[in-house]
């Protein structure tokens, strides 16, 4: 069965930087895109950054844009977000998943990870 973990998440003070990987397991990672998304406390949970299959195709949501940067490992089946620049406001649950079909890029993701805390203080 297709399962995705993340890690890397942590209490970082304002301006700060995290590093999160969500590793995938139970299918060939490289056929397929990628998507960051977040959940604050009382928020709906928001897009954050997506990359294609092949990595060559990135997505941003402008609230995160020149801060943070979505990469990706086929070799290891993990994704990565590098994020800088923290601020409280990107305080939230962070998620990464997948979609179901081999497509270059998304907006429908099926599969998901249990998510990890970031929390970024003032």
């Known amino acids: 069965q297709v399962q995705l973990v993340e890690s890397g998440g942590g209490l970082v003070q304002a301006g700060g930087s995290l590093r999160l990987s969500c590793a995938v397991s139970?299918?060939?990672?490289?056929?397929?895109?990628m998507g960051w998304f977040r959940q604050a406390p009382g928020k709906e949970r928001e897009f954050v950054a997506a990359?294609?299959?092949?990595?060559?195709?990135?997505d941003y949501a402008d609230s995160v844009k020149g801060r943070f940067t979505i990469s990706r490992d086929n070799a290891k089946s993990t994704a990565y977000l590098q994020m800088d620049s923290l601020k409280p406001e990107d305080t939230a649950v962070y998620y990464c998943a997948q979609p179901r079909i081999p497509v270059t890029m998304t907006t429908k993701y099926d599969y998901w990870g249990q998510g990890t805390q970031v929390t970024v203080s003032s």
């Open positions: 990359i294609s299959y092949s990595g060559r195709y990135t």
């Open positions: 139970g299918r060939t990672f490289s056929a397929y895109a």
